[in-house]
């Protein structure tokens, strides 16, 4: 059984995914006091944790066998990544639950200065007066944007600004520019043509790179009455030039939901009558507020199994060299590697990679993260991302990989095909917009689903009948399938990944082997 301790208070639909899983013990200590919470962390694989709980150096003394961390948001400001990243601990977040949530407030806020709502409004309904004179804006079309930062926000943030028949200018140097061009927005190398714009929004995480990134020397840069945003983390503009920059009017409206010190309430932004602001409200929404938990359950129960770390911000490259959208890679290279070692059980005699696309200079971090995956199963907490090429060698164990310039089907793909004493299993996979990561294909047969969950591998002959068979015997045993996806081939064989959500006990196996047009079945978690 792995241990999952929940630290702070997330939705219930995260809890209820989390408690319905037979391979997991999970207490829920939101309710505790934190110095109460220290002494139940001892035997505790994973913790879910959210602002209110400090990862400091008090909360790591507590931990024994700790190997993950999922901050359920985005921000990891309470967290020592550095000295969990010393005792060996995976510190992970929900980036992408939040995302439309931000972006509708970005966009929020962007509407808000050019056509003074808020000022409207309070005339009108507060001092009773009705002087249309007074709320003459602009409007966007035709308005040049320029776009900091062009991960999961700030692309979205690019959409919808060319719905507004807006020109957008990205800059970003860890994405590939196709990700922006590919979209009919300019990508720039310069960061001088940012300050160029009409609008300016920002969409990056907060580190020594991009605190201050705004400053006064920017903004003599930039040209008379640009409107500022900010709806990422608060000190990537710096507020003493922004406010200076507002009160002369260089800057003729920012829209501010973060500030550099929370609670904001005493900021002199707060005191200028050309600066909208809201607290901190990004990721609230009850739709987002679902998904971050749903989506730190998955994490940690990924974690919890070794299946993967997914969105790792201590990942054991240089981050500092890896786009963002590489993390993603990683994963699904783990992933594959776990999913393969499960389906193909025996002693692993090689493992091949081939890697397609413009991914493929990153081919010595996927090894690297696909002997993790592979390896998990039989060496538990024995493996990791430092010795996994060490005990590779060790036990004998081929390592093949190959790169494509590019791949004949997807922008960017991973092979991993997978040896065993007893057959050889490969796995394909990709990863789409918003991170999603999907198996493709499997030993030749195409499919489309996300690897996660309790997965039934059913292979057979392709005759009549067999889905409704199998649909039959796991409904006589009440397993729900939550996905049921099928892939044919010229042999006239078909392949069934089938996610259920309950265990799949052995007397049901060996049920669904008895169908007559049964070639062989397999099961995975994870």
């Known amino acids: 059984m792995h241990k999952i301790i929940v630290c702070d208070h997330i939705h219930q639909k995260g809890l209820d995914l989390l408690m319905n899983q037979n391979d997991i013990q999970v207490e829920n200590l939101a309710h505790l006091q934190k110095n109460d919470l220290y002494r139940h962390l001892i035997d ?120 507004f028949e807006m020109e957008v200018i990205v800059y970003d140097p860890y994405i590939f520019p196709s990700k922006a061009t590919d979209m009919g927005i300019i990508y720039t190398k310069n960061f001088d043509d940012i300050l160029k714009c009409d609008i300016i929004t920002i969409h990056t995480p907060k580190n020594e790179e991009t605190k201050n990134i705004i400053s006064a020397k920017e903004i003599e840069k930039m040209k008379e009455g640009v409107i500022l945003i900010n709806c990422a983390r608060g000190g990537l503009y710096n507020e003493d030039d922004l406010y200076n920059a507002l009160k002369n009017k260089k800057i003729r409206w920012a829209g501010i939901d973060v500030f550099a010190k929370e609670p904001g309430i005493d900021n002199k932004l707060l005191d200028l009558d050309n600066v909208y602001v809201t607290p901190h409200i990004g990721a609230n929404t009850l739709e987002s507020q679902e998904q971050i938990a749903l989506q730190a359950a998955q994490a940690a129960l990924e974690a919890a199994r070794g299946a993967g770390y997914p969105n790792a911000l201590n990942l054991p490259v240089k981050e500092t060299e890896l786009p963002e959208n590489i993390k993603a890679y990683l994963d699904l290279t783990q992933k594959l590697g776990f999913f393969c070692a499960q389906a193909n059980k025996g002693v692993i005699t090689s493992i091949q990679l081939l890697i397609e696309g413009e991914i493929g200079k990153y081919s010595n971090s996927m090894v690297t993260f696909a002997l993790v995956g592979a390896l998990k199963s039989s060496l538990g907490d024995n493996i990791n991302y430092v010795n996994a090429q060490f005990i590779a060698k060790e036990r004998g164990i081929e390592i093949v990989f190959k790169t494509k310039e590019l791949s004949n089907s997807y922008k960017n793909l991973i092979t991993l095909t997978l040896t065993t004493s007893e057959e050889s299993l490969s796995g394909s996979g990709t990863v789409f917009d918003e991170n999603i990561i999907k198996l493709t294909n499997i030993n030749g047969f195409n499919i489309d689903i996300e690897p996660k969950g309790k997965m039934i591998l059913f292979k057979n002959t392709d005759v009549p009948g067999v889905i409704g068979n199998v649909g039959n015997i796991l409904a006589k045993y009440n397993i729900n399938i939550a996905d049921f996806r099928l892939g044919r081939n010229m042999k006239k064989e078909a392949l069934a990944l089938i996610v259920v959500d309950n265990q799949i006990p052995e007397n049901v196996i060996n049920e669904l082997k008895n169908i007559p047009a049964c070639l062989g079945i397999k099961t995975v978690t994870i």
């Open 44 to 163: 505790a694989d994973v913790v879910i944790t959210r602002s209110s709980t400090s990862i400091d150096a008090t909360f790591l003394q507590s931990v024994g066998k700790l190997k993950a961390i999922v901050r359920a948001g985005v921000g990891v400001d309470n967290i020592d990544i550095l000295n969990c990243s010393k005792k060996g601990i995976v510190v992970m977040n929900v980036p992408t639950a939040n995302t439309i949530a931000a972006v509708e407030l970005t966009m929020a806020h962007i509407i808000n200065t050019v056509r003074n709502f808020p000022g409207a409004d309070s005339q009108l309904r507060i001092e009773r007066k009705w002087k249309r004179e007074d709320w003459y804006g602009t409007e966007l079309k035709g308005k040049k944007i320029g776009i900091i930062g062009f991960g999961n926000i700030g692309s979205r943030v690019g959409i919808r600004a060319k719905a």
